[in-house]
């Protein structure tokens, strides 16, 4: 039985974890809501809407007069699963952490090479006065601005797709900063990327940004 706080967003929690830990394969009904609801210990409205956001992250089909069926995250889930797949019950999913962090490294590398032929003037001076910050920084704060870095270089590079990437993790990883500590270094060479991407040098800037990303991902699955 669920404690009786948020209850919505625990039942749906609860749902997502059973399809992508597999309790429920592809193709599969799920209990009815009058059943979860009994099981979870919550009423209908809490169901209804833990269900209904299945459905909206694409794990769940729902048609008019049939059951609920699962779905293949692996063919219709979007970025969105992957705040869910990543870290669950408190720790990190290695091999899906690992795929992750080979895919920021290729978008990150990119965005370095397109921000340094795109940016303006206040997102060069804005990549450099991060990356000033970060030389001081410690801790959570240094893993707050990493992240503000990034999202700055990303909108930098102008690209709308890697931009709606990057805001899908946000929330995933500020909320499990304590997980992801390894991540960030002080000395990391922020400003080497700032300066590469306001001289306008791409190749440079890719390659940097490539190398800080490899470094970090060592950190963090070592």
Partial sequence: MLARTSLPDQVFHRLVSDVLAGRYAPGERLPTQRALAAELGVNMASVREGVKRLEQLGLVEVRHGDAMRVRDWRLHGGPDVLVHLIAQAGTLDVEVVRSVMEARR?????????????????????????????????????????????????????????????????????????????????????????????????????????????????????
């Avoid at 700032?194 to 970090?216: C, M, P, S, Y």
């Fill in 106 to 222: 290729l978008l990150l590398a990119e965005s370095a090479r397109l921000a340094a032929g795109r940016r303006s003037a206040e997102q060069a001076a804005r990549l450099s006065s991060l990356a000033e910050q970060l030389a001081e920084a410690h801790g959570e704060a240094a893993q707050h601005l990493d992240f503000a870095f990034f999202a700055a270089l990303i909108e930098a590079a102008g690209n709308v797709v890697f931009l709606l990437v990057m805001n899908s993790i946000r929330a995933l990883y500020l909320e499990n900063l304590e997980l992801f500590r390894p991540l960030v270094s002080g000395a990391d060479p922020y400003a080497g990327a700032a300066r590469a991407i306001a001289d306008g040098d791409g190749g440079r800037a890719a390659e940097i940004v490539a190398r800080l990303a490899a470094t970090q991902e060592a950190r963090l699955l070592p």
